[in-house]
T-cell receptor, first 114, second 111 residues
Framework: KAGVTQTPRYLIKTRGQQVTLSCSPISGHRSVSWYQQTPGQGLQFLFEYFSETQRNKGNFPGRFSGRQFSNSRSEMNVSTLELGDSALYLC?????????????FGEGSRLTVL | EDQVTQSPEALRLQEGESSSLNCSYTVSGLRGLFWYRQDPGKGPEFLFTLYSAGEEKEKERLKATLTKKESFLHITAPKPEDSATYLCAVQADTGFQKLVFGTGTRLLVSP
């Protein structure tokens, strides 16, 4: 069974640009969550989607957005990049409807903003 | 606000030297407490879910326990391959899949 796939794995952008990250969940999983991981803050919740609907959102500015498609694949977008957006962006999927926390993570997309 | 604090930040053990990692938490209503393992350059890997005080789970050399305010991850006779960052997270009973993570304990096991 294939795991969670994230693309691209690495990318470098400059301040002011925007970026789109992609996530393909485990087959059959309908919940997709996104987390930002930085050395100082650890993993912080961005948002969660289930059946194309955003169910929950973390405390991030509106520059961070996401969406989910009918095949459960998800994308997140960060506009007007800032230096502080440099981080590992992790996507996780779950097959549980109400959520039990058994999240299966991808290997992440490492974003560097120059 | 839900919060998770892990200690120590880093731990160095000799192979075979048992120890425990601590996770203290505050949450409005606990749906579950989770332990993950993260290797460098990888995403977190799920280890355990604990739901109520007094619960224990075991997997190979790892044993997780839960009280009303903290959780412990006991590592018995660790091996070098147990070296990783161990993350603790809580899920509130209002938060669907939203997990609040601690910053982790970096474990290094020397042969």
């Amino acid at each position: 069974k294939a795991g969670v796939t994230q693309t691209p794995r690495y990318l470098i952008k400059t301040r002011g640009q925007q970026v789109t990250l992609s996530c393909s969940p485990i087959s059959g999983h309908r919940s997709v969550s996104w987390y930002q991981q930085t050395p100082g803050q650890g993993l912080q919740f961005l948002f969660e989607y289930f059946s194309e609907t955003q169910r929950n959102k973390g405390n991030f500015p509106g520059r961070f957005s996401g969406r989910q498609f009918s095949n459960s694949r998800s994308e997140m977008n960060v506009s007007t990049l800032e230096l502080g957006d440099s981080a590992l962006y992790l996507c996780a999927s779950s097959g549980h409807l109400a959520g039990t926390g058994e999240l299966f993570f991808g290997e992440g997309s490492r974003l560097t903003v120059l | 606000e839900d919060q998770v604090t892990q200690s120590p930040e880093a731990l160095r053990l000799q192979e075979g030297e048992s120890s425990s990692l601590n996770c203290s938490y505050t949450v409005s209503g606990l749906r579950g407490l989770f332990w993950y393992r993260q290797d460098p350059g990888k995403g977190p890997e799920f280890l355990f879910t604990l739901y109520s005080a007094g619960e224990e789970k075991e997997k190979e050399r790892l044993k997780a326990t839960l009280t009303k305010k903290e959780s412990f991850l006991h590592i018995t006779a660790p091996k070098p391959e147990d070296s990783a960052t161990y993350l603790c997270a809580v899920q509130a009973d209002t938060g669907f899949q939203k997990l609040v993570f601690g910053t982790g304990t970096r474990l290094l096991v020397s042969p």
